[in-house]
């Protein structure tokens, strides 16, 4: 088995932008005085310098804060109204988003479980198969609300295949309850979990109960913007009442400390992996679970990454980034486990691994090469098997497989091309189609080319441009730049019927492999994280720069778009270089780099931006925070995006930076909020919700560009 990090670095890969080159009227945002903030005179002495923070007060849940938050939603609403032809765009999108989507199956038992989606159904709804075949649904997540904002967050089944722990959120939110299921009646148990952030239900070997991690209940009663501290192990038993709930493990003088759980394949191991935030580096401890024995902290030192892959009784298979960061095998007796008895089973090579699964006794092995997927099989010991024939160049998820299985399943897409899965079975050894998606569009009429690019400082930098065939470089072709760059998350190809929909207009969908991510191994997000971050901002204009200058584009049909993490991208963008783009969307984004460590999970992210308390990090910070970097100048049409309910990436960050571009603004050009309601951070949102954020985010962006929406695009 894999197991994860207990704190899910993920990220909303949010794809797709359209553009034909037709005249249109230009649209100009009305305010009224709710939807004007009034900067306060709030200054702050940190080591020594004075911050000035005149809209803190939009941190506040107050009447006022809200009165504001309202008017801006109207404003926005009202300017991305009378944008022509959005319509149009809608109904292209769902269009191609309208086929039947079925995931790669997972067993358990004598029972195989997968997802399957409609087409436009809100969330996908979970079915089973039994030996004989029958199918029957055994969770729609869609009768779980009427609006579909309460969203199936993860499920876990027991060994037995007979019992469904499953979690849920609200609007978004991070925090999670966990119910159960009989799979056989449908009945729903009476056992409910809650107070979960960033955890699974782990089953126990017997099928008697699940490890879990939860926080306890936020002391402020603020569950959004509370900070979380002091994540502990417990183990419920089905039948009883969480009161009851066995504590296993907690670890009060390491109040940042996150537990990874697992239990291993044959259930004699309780297996914790301990995060300190979002750092990639963890520790290792385990528990047996046959005898009555205390934790053993196997690993205790933070100095690399160790992933366990699953073991052959007291040899732990991992995989590690110690002393090679494209990652590496090794095996660990933990009965003589001393760093000098460790074993080399795959050494590191020029790829960095992806993922990998112990199957039919072998290791299956998932590498990046150059950003793209490449499937690999060793024998126990490290010999190579053999390479797996891929259908093309795009991205591998999986391996998905039991030790115990001699087949596995793997899924394969690109920006063209949707998820298609396959089956690899050992006895042939070759790879068979298991499901591929009936689709409304023909994929060879799309193009999805690799380029490289140098960076400032002379990096070569991937990046993969995604258009429709006869295409012409004449340097006026609408373009999307969308791109991430941090947390060690690789931005591999990933299909999106929206993107689909921008090609159709006429768009390029580039997206740049920036430093901060995985995709060349640890050593490329080191190279953009801490003191190194203005890395990733210089290969993100670096890329811009080569779009131009190759008669892809040019600044006036140029639109910059990132979540997240890049959202803080975005916000770097229209403080360092807003000349390079028309247009500049930044969602849901970490734009105060001087206080985000101060609300919810945010002091997980110091380990990659480092914190404004630590004397030494603070320059850096203050450098590039956008809030704090915005200055009386012509800014770009910017449309700042987030959501009342998200509780990871809070909204007070884009309030405070949406209310200071406004202020500050000194072009023509409008500076909107696009605030959705009862919506959280990306995860779990309804399909309809988000055909119409792609919607708008097209649609403003070719008003951006001086473009009209055609009334019918196919």
């Avoid at 204009?541 to 975005?570: H, V």
Wanted: glycine share 8%; aromatic share 12%; net charge negative.
């Amino acid at each position: 088995m894999e197991l994860k990090s207990i704190l899910a670095k993920q990220h909303l890969l949010v794809a797709g932008f359209t553009a034909l080159v037709m005249g249109c009227q230009t649209q100009t945002v009305k305010e009224d005085s709710s939807s004007v903030a009034l900067a306060g005179n709030t200054v702050e002495t940190i080591h020594g310098v004075e911050v000035a923070d005149p809209y803190r007060f939009l941190e506040v849940e107050s009447k006022e804060t809200k009165k504001w938050v309202k008017a801006q939603q109207l404003s926005g609403q009202e300017y991305l109204s009378g944008i022509k032809n959005k319509s149009a765009v809608v109904e292209r999108i769902t269009q191609l988003w309208n086929y039947e989507k079925i995931s790669a199956p997972f067993e358990h038992g004598d029972n195989t479980f997968f997802y399957r989606n409609d087409g436009l159904q809100a969330q996908s709804v979970l079915f089973v198969k039994n030996e004989q075949g029958t199918e029957k649904v055994v969770l729609d997540p869609n009768t779980l609300s009427t609006d579909g904002t309460v969203a199936l967050s993860s499920v876990s089944v027991s060994g037995d295949g007979k019992t469904l722990a499953y979690g849920t959120s609200n609007s978004g939110s991070d925090w999670q309850q966990w119910q159960f299921v009989d799979v056989e009646t449908g009945a729903k148990l009476k056992d409910e979990l809650k107070w979960i952030k960033f955890s699974s239900a782990v089953w126990d070997h017997n099928n008697e109960g699940v490890f879990y991690a939860r926080y306890d209940a936020p002391a402020g009663g603020n569950l959004l913007a509370d900070v979380n501290f002091n994540q502990k192990v417990y183990y419920h038993k089905i039948g009883t009442e969480q009161s009851q709930d066995v504590l296993v493990y907690e670890r009060p003088q390491n109040k940042d400390w996150g537990f990874g759980i697992g239990v291993s394949e044959k259930g004699d191991y309780l297996l914790l992996s301990i995060s300190q935030g979002t750092d990639s580096r963890n520790r290792f401890f385990y528990k047996s679970l046959e005898q009555d024995s205390d934790v053993v902290e196997l690993i205790i030192d933070l100095e690399a990454e160790y992933l366990f892959l699953g073991n052959d009784k007291s040899v732990f298979y991992f995989k590690t980034d110690l002393d090679a960061p494209n990652g590496r095998v090794i095996a660990v007796d933990v009965n003589n486990s001393d760093k000098q008895n460790w074993k080399t089973i795959i050494p590191e090579s020029k790829d960095p691994i992806s993922s990998i699964a112990i199957v039919n006794d072998h290791l299956v092995v998932s590498y990046l090469h150059d950003v793209l997927g490449k499937l690999s099989i060793f024998s126990m010991n490290g010999d190579l098997r053999q390479d797996v024939a891929l259908p093309g160049k795009g991205k591998v998820a999986g391996p998905y497989g039991k030790r115990s299985k001699d087949y596995f399943y793997y899924v394969f897409n690109s920006y063209i091309q949707p998820k298609t899965t396959y089956k690899f079975d050992f006895k042939t050894g070759e790879s068979s189609l298991f499901v591929e998606p009936k689709i409304s569009f023909n994929p060879d009429d799309y193009v999805s080319e690799q380029v490289f690019y140098k960076s400032k400082d002379g990096t070569r930098v991937p990046m993969m441009l995604s258009y429709k065939k006869g295409l012409k470089k004449d340097g006026a072709n609408p373009t999307l730049l969308y791109a991430y760059g941090g947390f060690a998350i690789s931005l591999t190809p990933k299909f999106s019927p929206a993107n689909i929909a921008w090609m159709d207009l006429g768009g390029i969908y580039a997206v740049p492999n920036l430093r901060g991510g995985a995709e060349y191994g640890e050593s490329w997000h080191q190279a953009g994280m801490l003191d190194k971050k203005q890395n990733v901002f210089d290969d993100y204009y670096a890329a811009a720069e080569y779009l131009i200058s190759e008669n892809y584009t040019n600044t006036s049909k140029l639109g910059a778009y990132g979540r997240s993490n890049g959202g803080l991208l975005m916000g770097a963008v229209l403080t360092q270089r807003p000349e390079l783009f028309a247009a500049v969307l930044p969602a849901v984004g970490v734009l105060d780099m001087l206080r985000f460590h101060k609300f919810t999970i945010g002091w997980a992210w110091a380990s990659e931006y480092g914190s404004a308390d630590v004397a030494e990090q603070f320059p850096a910070l203050l450098a590039y925070s956008p809030y704090h970097n915005v200055t009386a100048r012509e800014y770009p049409a910017t449309m700042v995006m987030t959501a009342d309910h998200d509780d990871r990436v809070v909204p007070l960050h884009s309030f405070k930076f949406g209310a200071m571009m406004q202020e500050k603004q000194q072009g023509e050009e409008p500076i909107i909020m696009r605030i959705e309601s009862k919506a959280g951070h990306g995860a779990g949102k309804p399909t309809s919700m988000k055909i119409d954020e792609f919607a708008d985010i097209y649609t403003f962006l070719f008003e951006s560009f001086g473009l009209a929406i055609p009334a019918k695009i196919n």
